[in-house]
């Protein structure tokens, strides 16, 4: 990992932030991106900084429009000479998916194209602006995050569920077509993970306890839980492996 450079998208904060850290611990330098939160941005910097002999970068972006994406990467160019890696992160929760988040019979266009903006176009657009700097140097390593609520019923997360299910289609349509640059793109899909985005749901203890109940392994996923997945994606050891999603879900998704 040293010498080499990570984007990932919404770093401040639950799995984005655990996957700043265990990039930067191996060595790898770091560009994240924050929605409102720079002071914690700053923070996070300022700790990485102290703690591992990395770069580290942060810079405000808005999935919900994702061609500004192609201004952060102006910006990313200006304090990197190359990319190796990019995880597409970020979700958006709060008022902008009222409508998306939901049970069924309140579903509304509104918040389901917003969950698809900031959940498909932004792993597009994110992915293409990555795509012309990774082959630059012969490639790098593209990953999308998903979650098991598109293989298992999870009450309010059709919107959501949907909309990871079709990122994910798009992560092998780019797989297919960006390999012959030497790009693999992957989707890593976790079980509930307690974050800030789980912690939005209403239901949030119920959803806890019944994935303690559900897990073989008796607890609920960290975000920490989903950090080697990616590390092995971004390494050597996973050069043949393209298209794929890689389900971490502590077991909870079978039973
Ligand atoms: N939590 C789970 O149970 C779970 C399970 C499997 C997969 N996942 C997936 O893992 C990823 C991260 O989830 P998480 O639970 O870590 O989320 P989270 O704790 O809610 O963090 C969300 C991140 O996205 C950023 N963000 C919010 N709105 C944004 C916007 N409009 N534009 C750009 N960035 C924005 C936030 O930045 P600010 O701090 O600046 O707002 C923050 O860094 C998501 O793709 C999620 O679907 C989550």
Redesign the pocket.
């Known amino acids: 990992m040293k010498g080499k450079t990570l984007f990932i998208?919404?770093?401040?904060?639950?799995?984005?932030?655990a996957m700043v850290y265990a990039f930067a611990k191996k060595g790898c330098n770091i560009a994240f991106?924050?929605?409102?939160?720079?002071d914690?941005?700053n923070e996070i910097i300022a700790d990485v900084g102290a703690k591992h002999d990395v770069k580290c970068r942060a810079y405000k972006?808005?999935?919900?429009e994702p061609l500004t994406y192609k201004d952060v990467y102006k910006k990313f160019d200006e304090d990197f000479d190359k990319l190796d890696f990019f995880i597409?992160?970020?979700?958006?929760?709060g008022r902008?998916v009222v409508g998306g988040f939901g049970p069924f019979m309140r579903l509304k266009p509104r918040g389901l194209n917003n969950i698809y903006t900031?959940?498909v176009d932004a792993f597009v657009v994110g992915a293409q602006e990555a795509t012309k700097r990774m082959e630059l140097t012969g490639g790098g390593s593209i990953i999308s995050?998903?979650?098991?609520?598109n293989l298992v019923y999870t009450p309010n997360y059709a919107g959501?569920g949907t909309n990871?299910a079709a990122v994910e289609a798009m992560v092998r349509y780019a797989a297919a077509e960006l390999g012959e640059k030497g790009i693999r793109v992957n989707t890593v899909?976790?079980?509930?993970?307690?974050?800030?985005?789980?912690k939005?749901f209403p239901n949030y203890e119920g959803v806890k306890n019944e994935v303690i109940r559900r897990s073989p392994l008796s607890r609920m996923?960290e975000?920490t839980d989903?950090t080697g997945a990616c590390l092995f994606l971004c390494s050597d050891e996973s050069s043949w492996l393209t298209g794929q999603t890689i389900v971490i879900d502590g077991g909870t998704t079978f039973q």
């Not at 597409?88 to 929760?93: G, K, L, P, R």
């Not at 995050?145 to 609520?149: D, E, L, P, V």
């Open positions: 998208s919404g770093g401040t904060r639950g799995i984005g932030k991106t924050y929605a409102s939160s720079e914690t941005a972006l808005d999935i919900l597409s992160n970020a979700i958006i929760s902008a900031a959940t995050m998903s979650s098991t609520g959501h990871k899909s976790g079980g509930p993970i307690d974050t800030d985005a789980l939005a996923g975000p989903l």
